[in-house]
């Protein structure tokens, strides 16, 4: 089987302007504001993509840049302030910090009403709960994408690889939500091609360029590769080995262009969801 290619950057590209449509029919709108600490050069393109995104749709956003020696304290302050100021309604922290910065305790300083990127524990909790709650954007955008390639997640086996707090965990949540049988592999699973290749529906999220070998994919199976990462030449590949995979799987994301377009749209739609929220009370 030749894979047909799940396109990111077109499905992206659909809720952003569904999330144009929305902006301009609120009596209000909606606010963000990205905090970035620090130099890290990764996260200045990020934050840069994030604010323009929402600016595009019609977000008021804004990006406060602190300088690396700035404090825990100094920096809960601002996050506080935020918390408090109305006129926001969500406020993403962009990750690694610095590591004098506790993430942890700056992600809980956040109000979950206003934890776009919902990694808040209240925000985790909810979502393992089956409770209404921001939920994290980048497994966020996976569900759109397996939508948009017509899965049937219900009753489907699925494997999620990896088993982050920002993607494996919560990941397998929305699955689990959506009636899907789940196993999360991760880097102590005695035998992870094993394990993939039981699966109709393959989420790899491990940041490990081409781990996942063509014949991990089973005949016919929806392949989506989380994985971003950096070649030495500053392109990005995947955690898949796509040319050999592609040829068994029934449809797979590319990398660029898969799922990376969908975290930004679903931080966008977060966002309008918190607006929405907070003003209903
Ligand atoms: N760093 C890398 N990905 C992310 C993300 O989704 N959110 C935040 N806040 N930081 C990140």
């Given at each position: 089987?030749t894979?047909?290619?799940?396109?990111?950057?077109?499905?992206?590209?659909?809720?952003r302007a569904?999330?144009?449509?929305?902006?301009?029919?609120?009596?209000?709108?909606p606010?963000?504001?990205?905090?970035?600490?620090?130099?890290?050069?990764?996260?200045?393109?990020y934050v840069?993509n994030?604010d323009?995104a929402?600016?595009?749709?019609?977000?008021d956003?804004?990006?406060?840049h602190?300088?690396?020696e700035?404090?825990?304290a100094?920096?809960?302050?601002?996050?506080r302030r935020?918390?408090?100021d109305?006129?926001?309604?969500g406020?993403?922290?962009?990750?690694?910090?610095p590591?004098?910065?506790?993430?942890?305790?700056v992600?809980?300083?956040i109000?979950?009403?206003?934890d776009?990127?919902?990694?808040h524990?209240?925000?985790?909790g909810r979502?393992a709960?089956?409770?209404?709650g921001l939920?994290?954007?980048?497994?966020?955008?996976?569900?759109?994408?397996?939508?948009?390639a017509?899965?049937t997640?219900?009753?489907a086996?699925?494997?999620?690889?990896?088993?982050?707090?920002?993607?494996g965990?919560p990941?397998?949540?929305?699955?689990?939500?959506?009636?899907?049988?789940v196993?999360?592999?991760?880097?102590?699973?005695?035998?992870?091609?094993?394990?993939?290749?039981?699966?109709?529906?393959l989420?790899a999220?491990?940041?490990?360029?081409?781990?996942?070998k063509?014949?991990?994919v089973?005949?016919?199976?929806?392949?989506?590769?989380?994985?971003?990462?950096?070649?030495?030449?500053?392109?990005?590949t995947?955690?898949?080995?796509f040319?050999?995979?592609s040829?068994r799987?029934?449809?797979?994301?590319?990398?660029?262009?898969g799922?990376?377009?969908m975290?930004?749209a679903?931080?966008?739609?977060?966002?309008?969801?918190?607006?929405i929220a907070r003003r209903?009370?």
């Amino acid at each position: 089987m030749t894979a047909s290619i799940i396109d990111g950057k077109a499905v992206a590209a659909a809720l952003r302007a569904r999330i144009a449509g929305q902006v301009q029919t609120l009596p209000f709108t909606p606010g963000l504001r990205v905090v970035r600490v620090g130099e890290d050069p990764a996260s200045g393109v990020y934050v840069r993509n994030k604010d323009r995104a929402a600016q595009q749709v019609g977000i008021d956003s804004a990006t406060l840049h602190l300088p690396e020696e700035t404090t825990e304290a100094d920096l809960l302050a601002l996050v506080r302030r935020l918390n408090d100021d109305p006129a926001v309604d969500g406020i993403l922290v962009q990750l690694p910090l610095p590591a004098h910065i506790r993430a942890q305790t700056v992600l809980e300083t956040i109000d979950p009403a206003k934890d776009v990127d919902g990694f808040h524990a209240v925000n985790a909790g909810r979502l393992a709960t089956g409770q209404k709650g921001l939920v994290p954007c980048t497994p966020k955008g996976v569900m759109h994408l397996l939508a948009a390639a017509g899965a049937t997640i219900a009753g489907a086996r699925t494997v999620v690889l990896g088993r982050s707090n920002i993607v494996g965990k919560p990941m397998a949540a929305l699955l689990l939500a959506a009636d899907a049988t789940v196993t999360i592999a991760h880097s102590r699973t005695r035998d992870l091609a094993a394990e993939c290749r039981r699966a109709e529906i393959l989420v790899a999220a491990v940041g490990r360029p081409g781990i996942v070998k063509g014949d991990w994919v089973s005949d016919g199976a929806i392949v989506i590769d989380v994985g971003i990462n950096r070649l030495p030449n500053g392109g990005i590949t995947g955690d898949v080995d796509f040319a050999p995979a592609s040829e068994r799987a029934g449809a797979i994301t590319p990398v660029p262009g898969g799922v990376g377009p969908m975290t930004i749209a679903c931080l966008l739609e977060n966002t309008v969801e918190a607006a929405i929220a907070r003003r209903q009370g």
